[in-house]
Nanobody, 128 residues
């Protein structure tokens, strides 16, 4: 499975960006796709996740109401719409896939080590 992120960039506080994760390969072995972020000198943090089968989603509290994750099965993409961006959202954003079953999505989303396939990341900078 390969994942390629796109859509990062520089945006002013209060602005919006849409990240896209293009997924190629056999996704049938995977149970969830997640977006993670890592700021300098900070640990990688789960932002939002979506189940591969069905429509279950999860968001970290700091982005609820501002970010929206969507899955397009026809295009094999998982997008992250980010609105009302704040300087603290600045980070490298990664999409990743996990094959682990038997764990609730919200638990998977806070466990980066459960994700085995990762994209290369895309930089998001929120600054005036």
């Amino acid at each position: 499975l390969q994942l390629v992120e796109s859509g990062g960039g520089l945006v002013q506080p209060g602005g919006s960006l849409r990240l896209s994760c293009a997924v190629s390969g056999n996704i049938g072995f995977y149970v969830a796709i997640g977006w993670f972020r890592q700021a300098p000198e900070k640990e990688r943090q789960g932002v939002s996740c979506v189940a591969v089968s069905g429509a279950t989603t999860n968001y970290v509290d700091s982005v609820k109401g501002r970010f929206t994750i969507t899955k397009d099965n026809a295009k094999n993409t998982v997008d992250l719409q980010m609105d009302s961006l704040k300087p603290e959202d600045t980070a490298v954003y990664y999409c990743a896939a996990t094959p682990f079953e038997g764990m609730e999505l919200y638990r998977l989303c806070v466990t980066p080590n459960a994700f085995t396939q990762w994209g290369q990341g895309t930089q998001v900078t929120v600054s005036s």
